[in-house]
T-cell receptor, first 111, second 110 residues
Framework: NAGVTQTPKFQVLKTGQSMTLQCAQD?????MSWYRQDPGMGLRLIHY???????DQGEVPNGYNVSRSTTEDFPLRLLSAAPSQTSVYFC??????????FGPGTRLLVL | EDQVTQSPEALRLQEGESSSLNCSYT??????LFWYRQDPGKGPEFLFT???AGEEKEKERLKATLTKKESFLHITAPKPEDSATYLC???????????FGKGTKLSVIP
């Protein structure tokens, strides 16, 4: 099993550009989530999904969209990137236990 | 509102010098407390889950304990490869959200 995979590993955007961060898991987990990690702030939840077709907002959802069409994939969309969205983004998945497993992260720089 | 406070922010130890990291939490209805290890440029790696006060879990040189207000991560005779940031998080009953602390950066000097 590859676990949780994320692409790309690193991305540079200009203000106003859009992009999609990809996340996939091969563990058949129903729950998936997106976090951002900023220096001095810790990990903060952006959006999460408890199953295909079901998504909800976390602590910091503004500027981000998500959808969940399959169990395996949970993409995060930035519609109009802002410098405040410069961060490291982590995707996580969770099965029947309450343990969340994290991907390797995507480092995003918005100029 | 759930809160997780980790201390110290940073800790430098000599190789073999045992110590403890602290995680204080406030949560209504604890469903689980989690410890993760994060290496630079990597995602958090799961270490332990603790569910109730008095519970203890061990893995190699690490031992996690839980009370009703805090958790400790004890590191016995650490090695340089234990250097990392250790994250604590809580899961509230009825919620799908993990609340993380800001982490403790551990450096073990040979």
């Amino acid at each position: 099993n590859a676990g949780v995979t994320q692409t790309p590993k690193f991305q540079v955007l200009k203000t106003g550009q859009s992009m999609t961060l990809q996340c996939a898991q091969d563990m058949n987990h129903e729950y998936m989530s997106w976090y951002r990690q900023d220096p001095g702030m810790g990990l903060r939840l952006i959006h999460y999904s408890v199953g295909a077709g079901i998504t909800d907002q976390g602590e910091v959802p503004n500027g981000y969209n998500v959808s969940r069409s399959t169990t395996e994939d949970f993409p995060l969309r930035l519609l109009s990137a802002a410098p405040s969205q410069t961060s490291v983004y982590f995707c996580a998945s969770q099965g029947q236990s309450s343990t969340q497993y994290f991907g390797p992260g995507t480092r995003l720089l918005v100029l | 509102e759930d809160q997780v406070t980790q201390s110290p922010e940073a800790l430098r130890l000599q190789e073999g010098e045992s110590s403890s990291l602290n995680c204080s939490y406030t949560v209504s209805g604890l469903r689980g407390l989690f410890w993760y290890r994060q290496d630079p440029g990597k995602g958090p790696e799961f270490l332990f889950t603790l569910y109730s006060a008095g519970e203890e879990k061990e893995k190699e040189r690490l031992k996690a304990t839980l009370t009703k207000k805090e958790s400790f991560l004890h590191i016995t005779a650490p090695k340089p490869e234990d250097s990392a940031t250790y994250l604590c998080a809580v899961y509230r009953a009825g919620s799908y959200q993990l609340t993380f602390g800001k982490g403790t950066k551990l450096s073990v000097i040979p």
